[in-house]
């Protein structure tokens, strides 16, 4: 079982709720995310739109828009490169859509996954310039590309760079960094360390709203209309599991509100396909369901078909593809699925067991699918995980890791063994003769530090709040803690000796367990686990024991006592407001 942990960060919780006129328990959950000071709050609690910064404030954005300018009136040929997940499908709409609108003589090409690989390459370039084309436009990718951007500069085109990842540098033996930034005729990106714009944690789509506010500035047209990009930029921000602090916090609480009236035919009809209804999209149905459809047409397809669904002239062409999307969807869930299934039985099944880094190769996987496979199985195991599947080159793979290991730092440990590896500490991708399958797994298992401890997990409780202190008017005002994502999850919270007086298996694969239970103060409550219930009977039955178990099951329950970790919500049926307890982890 994880560790279970209270935050105890420290302020004046009282002063802080009268002043904010909020309650104590939401005042704990903000400053556990982080947010302290008077103008943080104000801009946490109340910021809209006239909070965000200026984009002007961005270096060479300026300079980047009147360079666009010149080219849309001198009517030359703009190509825009972009990346084929969610911010880079968002960020080349962004771009092509309001240069389109401006008048401008351009087109976008977006890499293939697996014969291209991520960003721009030799091959699109000499392409572009075997076309005609004038000026090249990155988004979401080129600040890395100083080979291929200065095989764009020699062929003669204009290049802009508009990106938002770590700019590569080489690090000296004093400690000092020498950054290296492709040659390029304006470089936008925040991540520069002499760009003076305050936020630097806007993913590329955002970036890419930013140069068309100041682009149509610069043309003359009314601010609104570059404001058309906002739920585009927000969309992208969820996706790209940007920290939801800050400038993006109002970017995506605002373009929420944009989303949920948006005459995007595309946007429309993949919600429509998802049933999500109109004006229901929340922070979720972008990370869980709508951006998963997006993503899965670069993953299995072309991104070009989610980007033709987003740039779609009628409800029917927008339905077309959005049914596509969503098959595509279907398909790589069920493709993942099998992955998982796979992966598991490989490590209940073998010596993989007993590993602290779990190296799982599956050959027949489709390369695309093995960084979600590896998630997964990170969840289930709480240890790092890299999941190899066979390619034409090789053997390519994936990892995501736990806070205590650094992938990127450990796979330098043995980096004779890679073709090519590269990543930071939680995520991780690389590539290998297949030879070195078993060699990679041997080292990284002989060279790592952890301890048993740090495979235990670790759940941290926001606030250890009896279920007696629940009231709806709280459950309303944690609503104003949204959009919830990275950075800024939804608080849980924790009570002990709760009693189940009954419970049923429900759901179309008996996933969700609903009970009912009484609280220490004696008040009762609608509880529901999502999950693994068979597991959880077991664990009751071990420790309470069969008999006992049955009878709650069959409504006569009251002897079993646990302790919850779990998120409170009111729960609407035919009319009627409860207030239902969704439990997320139990002991």
């Known amino acids: 079982m994880e560790q279970w942990v209270v935050s105890a960060k420290k302020a004046d919780f009282k002063g802080i709720a009268e002043k904010f006129g909020i309650d104590q328990v939401t005042a704990r959950i903000i400053r556990n995310r982080e947010v302290t000071g008077e103008e943080a709050l104000q801009e946490y609690l109340h910021g809209s739109l006239e909070d965000l910064h200026d984009p002007r404030q961005m270096k060479d954005i300026t300079r980047a828009a009147k360079l666009l300018l010149e080219k849309i009136q001198e009517q030359k040929r703009i190509r825009i490169l ?31 996954r697996i014969m291209d690989g991520y960003g721009v390459n030799e091959r699109l370039i000499s392409q572009a310039a075997s076309e005609g084309i004038d000026t090249i436009v990155t988004c979401d990718n080129g600040i890395a590309a100083d080979q291929e951007l200065s095989l764009a500069k020699e062929l003669g085109m204009t290049v802009i760079i508009t990106d938002h990842h770590e700019v590569p540098y080489e690090e000296q033996a004093d400690g000092t960094r020498i950054y290296r930034i492709p040659p390029a005729d304006a470089v936008v990106n925040p991540k520069q360390a002499d760009c003076p714009y305050p936020f630097k944690h806007l993913c590329g789509a955002a970036v890419a709203f930013k140069l068309i506010q100041v682009l149509y500035q610069e043309s003359g047209r009314a601010e609104e209309e570059a404001l058309t990009y906002l739920e585009n930029a927000a969309f992208a921000t969820v996706g790209d599991v940007m920290d939801l602090l800050g400038e993006n916090r109002i970017l ?29 999209i929340k922070a979720y149905h972008i990370g869980f369901v709508l951006g998963p459809c997006l993503n899965a047409s670069g993953r299995l397809d072309t991104a070009k078909r989610a980007l033709k669904m987003l740039l779609a002239e009628s409800a029917a062409e927008a339905e077309a593809f959005a049914k596509d999307l969503y098959d595509l969807n279907a398909s790589r869930k069920e493709m993942t699925e099998q ?57 390519k793979g994936s990892g995501r890791s736990i806070e205590q290991y650094s992938m990127y730092e450990e796979m330098t440990k043995c980096k004779e063994l890679f073709l090519k590896y590269g990543g930071h500490p939680m995520a991780a991708g690389l590539s290998l003769p297949e030879e070195h399958v078993e060699l990679m797994r041997r080292k990284l298992n002989e060279t790592t530090t952890l301890t048993g401890q740090d495979l235990r997990g670790k759940v941290v409780i926001d606030v250890p709040m009896p279920l007696d202190y629940i009231t709806r008017e709280l459950i309303e005002e944690l609503n104003i803690l949204e959009p919830f994502g990275k950075a800024n999850e939804k608080p849980v919270f924790a009570d002990r000796n709760i009693q189940i007086l009954s419970m049923r298996i429900v759901g179309k694969n008996q996933n969700v367990c609903r009970m009912q239970v009484r609280s220490a103060g004696g008040n009762d409550f609608t509880a529901v686990y999502f999950g693994r219930t068979g597991q959880f009977l077991c664990y009751l039955e071990e420790k309470y024991g069969s008999q006992l178990l049955e009878q709650t099951l069959n409504g006569k329950g009251g002897g079993m006592l646990l302790s919850f970790v779990y998120y409170p919500e009111l729960n609407t049926y035919l009319g009627r407001e409860d207030i239902q307890i969704i439990v997320k982890k139990y002991s």
Do not use: M
């Open 252 to 280: 995506v609480k605002e373009g929420l509100k944009a989303l949920n009236k948006t005459k995007n035919y595309g946007i429309r009809a993949l919600a429509s396909r998802n049933q999500i209804p109109p004006g229901g």
């Open 82 to 112: 972009g990346d084929y997940d969610i911010d880079g499908i968002q960020s080349v709409y962004i771009l092509y859509s309001a240069l389109s609108r401006c008048g401008a003589q351009v087109d976008y090409e977006i890499p293939d």
């Open 339 to 395: 992955g998982v299934l796979q992966a598991r039985e490989l490590v209940e099944h073998s010596e993989l067991k007993e590993d602290k880094v779990l190296v799982i190769y599956l050959p027949d996987c489709h390369e695309s699918l093995a960084g979600i496979i590896a998630g997964r199985i990170r969840e289930q195991y709480h240890r790092p995980v890299f999941v190899l599947t066979k390619s034409e080159e090789g053997v």
